[in-house]
């Protein structure tokens, strides 16, 4: 399976909002509700910020949203924070070969 | 508090072996599916390895299929990942991840996504 495909970088100045896109195929993104998405600080260990496309782990921001629409995947980061400063990475489940993470995207506050 | 912690890393020829382990604690190990995903250097996140609770089901990615095995012993609340025929593409940081899940009437099921990931062991591949 090749990566989900994110978008390298996105920027945003502090209280905006951003959205990071993470397009595969029918076979992964499309075909089921089971894209996660996880903030990764360098140095630091990854963290679950949404499950299941939509759902937010307790303690964990309602700043932050997911949604999908056919075959893409979106997380939206709402007034947006210094903290928020991280690259942010979704996977999917793909069936006969389990997990496939994206390509990462690296979010700048300006 | 779920904590898990690698160990094993270091510097490999090619063609060569390691073994990476795991040490979990703060939850009831042999209840939850466990991984292995990996970093390369200035690289994103590639998932490597599942293994079940019961340790009878395991998967693996294309890339490392046939190279590396993954196993558990729950009665020492530990995972490990054998490496064999090691190539410098599997030069990388290696996380032990918990797979999310939960147990009602005595059965346990696994949901589709991570929910612990320890610090990381890093694995060099080079002559």
């Known amino acids: 399976q090749s990566a989900l495909t994110q978008p390298a970088s996105v920027s945003g100045s502090p209280g905006q909002s951003i959205t990071i896109s993470c397009t595969g195929t029918?076979?992964?993104?499309?075909?089921?509700?089971?894209v996660s998405w996880y903030q990764h600080h360098p140095g630091r260990v990854p963290k679950l910020i949404i499950y299941?496309?939509?759902k937010r782990p307790s303690g964990v921001s309602n700043r932050f949203s997911g949604s999908k629409s056919g075959n893409t995947a979106s997380l939206t980061i709402s007034g947006l924070q210094a903290e928020d400063e991280a690259d942010y990475y979704c996977?999917?489940?793909?069936?006969?070969?389990?997990?496939?993470f994206g390509t990462g995207t690296k979010v700048t506050v300006l | 508090e779920v904590q898990l912690l690698e160990s094993g890393g270091g510097l490999v020829h090619p063609g060569g072996s390691l073994r990476l382990s795991c040490a979990a604690s703060?939850?009831?190990?042999?209840?939850?599916?466990m991984n292995w995903v990996r970093q390369a250097p200035g690289k994103g996140l590639e998932w490597v390895s599942l293994?079940?609770?019961?340790?009878?089901?395991?998967y693996y990615a294309a890339s490392v299929a046939g190279r590396f095995t993954v196993s558990r012993d729950n009665s020492k609340d530990t995972l490990y990942l054998q490496m064999t025929s090691l190539r410098a593409e599997d030069t990388a940081l290696y996380y032990c991840?918990?797979?999310?899940?939960?147990?009602?009437?005595?059965?346990?099921?696994?949901?589709?996504?991570?929910?612990?990931w320890g610090p990381g062991t890093l694995v060099t591949v080079s002559s």
């Open positions: 996977c999917s489940y793909t069936g006969s070969t389990y997990y496939v």
């Open positions: 029918s076979s992964n993104v499309g075909g089921y509700n089971l």
């Open positions: 703060g939850f009831t190990f042999n209840n939850y599916a």
């Open positions: 299941e496309g939509t």
């Open positions: 991840v918990k797979h999310a899940g939960y147990c009602s009437g005595g059965t346990c099921y696994s949901n589709d996504h991570f929910d612990f």
């Open positions: 293994i079940y609770g019961t340790g009878t089901s395991t």
